[in-house]
C-alpha cells in the first residue's frame, strides 16, 4: 500500500523485526517525535499567519508586509520537516505493482533496495544542499532582514533527517544479508554510471532519454519512491553529462517546493480533515446522495461536478483534490467503489478541471503571451464542461449495470431536511470562491478562510469538533503534504535540466516547419504538451514554451485564446497520466490509494479526455464563442 499506517513495516521488517521493542526502534520513535511536533506546530502557524494577514488587510486596511514573506520562510521547513515524517512512516509515494508480485523475500530485497536508492540522493545531495544553505547567507529578505540562510537551512536538516530515518531503518531490519546485497546493488548502478561518464557527454540530448526516461522508468518500476527516483534521474544527468554546479540543482528544487502558491496544498489537507471530523463532510455526502444516491455510479457523477466547482480557488490541482477527495471517497468506498477506480476518476477530474477560472496557469499565459487574461477566463468555461461530459458518459457505462436494489430512493421531505442540515456545509465551495473573487484573500490565503469557516460551524452548527484528533490530523497533513511538495521539487529539477539542454527551443524549430498547417500544428501541439506535461508542472511548461508557440500558432491562424485551451488540456492529460504523471502520484497520495490500484480504470478516462480534448481542438467556438 502506498501509503502505510505510522507502525506499519514494509515486508521484509515483517519477516525480520524483533517483537520486543530495540534501543533502534526507540530511538526511531523519539526522533519521530521531535520531528512531528514542529511540523504539527508550523502548519497551526501558517494558519494563523496568513489569517492574520487576510483580516488585517481586509478589515483594519494595514496590511502586514512580513506575513508572506514569514509564511515562506516557515514553508519550506514544513515541507522539509513533512517530508522526514512521511520517510519515517513510509508514506512517500512508490510504484508497487512489480513489487508486490514478488516472492517474499525478493519483496524485502526490493524494499530495501528503495530504501538505499532514497538513501543514496540523499548522501548525493547533502553536501550541495549544505552549500546552497551557507550561499543563500548572502542574501537578506526584504521585510523581516533576515539571513535568507534561515530558510534555506531546511534543505540540509531534512535532507539529513530523511538519511538518518533511512539508516535507522536499515539497522533495524533483521537480515542483514538482503541489507548488505540491496546497499551493493544500488552502489553498484550508482558506480557503473560514474564510470561510463565519458560516454555520456558525446551523446548531446540523448542523454534526456537516458536519464529522464530510463532511470526514471527503472527507479519507478523497482519501487524506489518517485521523489528519490526524479532526484537520481536529475542528479546523474547534471553530475555525469553537464559541468553545471549541483547547489543549482538544489536551489531549483527549493524553487519548486516553496513557491507560495503551494502552500495552499497542506491548507486545503488540513480543511479536508476538518471537514471530515466536524461532521461537514457527512452533511454534504448526505444531501448529495439524496440526490443522485438512487443513480447508477451517482456519486462519481459528483465527484466531477465537485471537482469542476472548487478547481482553480487555489491555484493548484493537488490542492483542489485534497479538498475534495476527503469528503467524498469515504461514502463512495462504502457503496462499492474500487479504490483504484476512484484514484483515476479523481486524477481524471483533476485534468478535467485545468482551464475553469479563476486559474493560475490561465494567469501565466496571460502574462507571458499578452493574451488578455479575462478573454482567457471566458474561454476556459466550456472546455471543461465537454470534458465533464466524456468522464460522465464513461461513468455511466461504467456503472450502467450497478446494482442499487439495496438502495432507497429519498422522498423530496428527506431531501429537503438533508438539504437545510448540509447547507453550511454545501456553503463552504462558494464561500471560498466568493472570498477569492472579491478580493478578500489571495489564492494562498482562501484556505485559510475555509479552515476558520469549518471550524466555526462545526463547533456553533454541527457540535462535533474533537481536541484529540487535532495533533494527528496536523501530523498527518504535515506528511502528505511533504511527500507531495518533495516530488514537485524534484520535478522541477528535471523541469530546469530539460530545460538547459536546448531541448525547448529545438522543439520550437522543429513545430515551426511542419507541413500541414493549423490542424497539424495543434495534433503535434497536443502530443508534445501531454509528452511535457508528464515532465514538467503547467506553468513552468507554459513559461518556457509559451513565448515560442504562441507566436507560431498565430502564424498559422489559430486563435490565441482557442490555443491555450488546447495546451492547458493536454498538459493536464500528461500530468495526470501515469506512469509518470506527477499529479497521478499526487491524487494517490490524497486518496491514500496505492497507485497500482489505478492503473488499469484511469487509462479508460485518459481516453475520455483525449476525446474531449480533440473535440475542444476541432471545434473552436467552444473556447472562442463567448468572447
Not at 17 to 42: C, D, H, N, S, Y
Not at 507 to 530: D, K, R, Y
Not at 563 to 576: H, K, N, R
Request: charged letters at 10%; glycine letters at 10%; proline letters at 5%.
Amino acid at each position: 500500500m502506498a501509503s502505510a499506517d505510522a507502525s506499519q513495516l514494509t515486508a521484509g521488517e515483517r519477516l525480520h523485526a524483533p517483537q520486543r521493542k530495540t534501543l533502534i526502534g526507540a530511538l526511531e520513535a523519539a526522533l519521530g517525535l521531535m520531528v512531528e511536533i514542529p511540523a504539527a506546530i508550523l502548519v497551526v502557524v501558517e494558519i494563523v499567519v496568513l489569517f492574520a494577514g487576510v483580516v488585517s488587510r481586509y478589515v483594519f486596511h494595514s496590511p502586514l508586509i512580513w506575513s508572506d514573506e514569514l509564511a515562506s520562510i516557515l514553508f519550506l521547513w514544513l515541507a522539509m520537516f513533512g517530508a522526514a515524517v512521511a520517510f519515517r512512516r513510509g508514506e512517500h509515494m512508490r510504484m508497487t505493482a512489480m513489487v508486490a508480485g514478488a516472492s517474499p523475500r525478493l519483496r524485502a530485497w526490493l524494499d530495501l533496495v528503495g530504501i538505499c536508492a532514497a538513501l543514496a540522493f540523499l548522501l548525493l545531495i547533502a553536501a550541495p544542499a549544505y552549500e546552497y544553505a551557507y550561499e543563500e547567507s548572502y542574501i537578506t529578505t526584504p521585510a523581516l532582514s533576515l539571513a535568507n540562510s534561515w530558510r534555506a537551512a531546511a534543505l540540509p536538516v531534512g535532507i539529513a533527517l530523511m538519511a538518518l530515518f533511512a539508516a535507522l531503518r536499515l539497522i533495524r531490519f533483521g537480515d542483514l544479508k538482503l541489507v548488505v546485497g540491496a546497499a551493493l546493488t544500488v552502489a553498484l548502478l550508482i558506480g557503473a554510471f560514474w564510470l561510463a561518464q565519458p560516454l555520456f557527454k558525446p551523446l548531446g540530448n540523448l542523454n534526456l532519454v537516458i536519464f529522464f526516461v530510463g532511470v526514471v522508468a527503472c527507479c519507478v518500476f523497482a519501487g524506489v519512491p518517485i521523489a528519490f527516483g526524479f532526484g537520481l534521474a536529475i542528479y546523474g544527468y547534471l553530475a555525469l553529462t553537464t559541468t553545471t554546479p549541483l547547489l543549482i540543482l538544489v536551489g531549483r528544487m527549493d524553487e519548486g517546493m516553496s513557491h507560495l502558491i503551494l502552500l495552499s496544498v497542506p491548507l486545503f489537507v488540513f480543511l479536508g480533515l476538518l471537514i471530515e471530523m466536524t461532521g461537514m463532510a457527512r452533511a454534504m455526502v448526505a444531501f448529495l446522495a439524496s440526490l443522485l444516491g438512487h443513480v447508477r455510479g451517482g456519486l462519481h457523477y459528483v465527484l466531477v461536478g465537485a471537482m469542476y466547482l472548487v478547481s482553480g480557488i487555489s491555484g493548484s490541482k493537488a490542492a483542489d483534490m485534497a479538498a475534495v477527495a476527503p469528503v467524498l471517497f469515504p461514502e463512495m468506498k462504502e457503496r462499492g467503489a474500487k479504490p483504484g477506480d476512484l484514484v483515476a476518476l479523481l486524477s481524471a477530474t483533476g485534468a478535467q478541471t485545468e482551464t475553469i477560472p479563476p486559474s493560475l496557469v490561465l494567469i501565466t499565459i496571460g502574462s507571458v503571451t499578452g493574451v488578455s487574461i479575462s478573454a482567457l477566463f471566458t474561454g476556459g468555461l466550456l472546455p471543461g464542461v465537454v470534458l465533464a461530459i466524456m468522464l460522465s458518459a464513461l461513468v455511466w457505462w461504467r456503472y450502467r449495470g450497478e446494482d442499487l436494489s439495496h438502495v432507497k430512493r429519498a422522498r423530496g421531505s428527506e431531501i429537503g431536511k438533508a438539504f437545510i442540515v448540509a447547507l453550511p456545509a454545501l456553503a463552504l465551495p462558494f464561500v471560498i470562491r466568493a472570498a477569492v473573487v472579491e478580493g478578500v484573500a489571495t489564492a494562498t490565503e482562501v484556505s485559510t478562510i475555509g479552515i476558520v469557516y469549518a471550524v466555526v460551524v462545526g463547533i456553533l452548527v454541527y457540535r462535533k469538533f474533537d481536541l484529540r484528533r487535532l495533533r494527528p490530523m496536523l501530523v498527518e497533513t504535515a506528511a502528505l503534504s511533504g511527500a507531495i511538495l518533495l516530488i514537485i521539487g524534484t520535478a522541477t529539477g528535471m523541469a530546469w535540466g530539460l530545460t538547459q539542454s536546448g531541448f525547448s527551443r529545438a522543439l520550437a524549430a522543429a513545430m515551426t516547419g511542419l507541413p500541414g498547417g493549423s490542424a497539424t500544428f495543434l495534433a503535434v501541439s497536443i502530443v508534445a504538451f501531454v509528452i511535457l506535461g508528464s515532465v514538467l508542472e503547467g506553468i513552468p511548461a507554459i513559461v518556457l514554451f509559451g513565448p515560442l508557440l504562441f507566436p507560431i500558432a498565430r502564424a498559422v491562424g489559430i486563435h490565441e485564446v482557442h490555443y491555450a485551451m488546447v495546451v492547458i488540456l493536454a498538459m493536464g492529460i500528461g500530468l495526470f497520466a501515469p506512469p509518470f504523471g506527477v499529479g497521478y502520484y499526487a491524487a494517490c497520495a490524497i486518496g491514500r490509494v496505492d497507485p497500482a490500484e489505478g492503473m488499469r480504470p484511469i487509462w479508460g478516462y485518459m481516453l475520455a479526455l483525449l476525446i474531449g480534448l480533440i473535440v475542444v481542438a476541432a471545434i473552436p467556438w467552444i473556447s472562442i464563442g463567448f468572447l
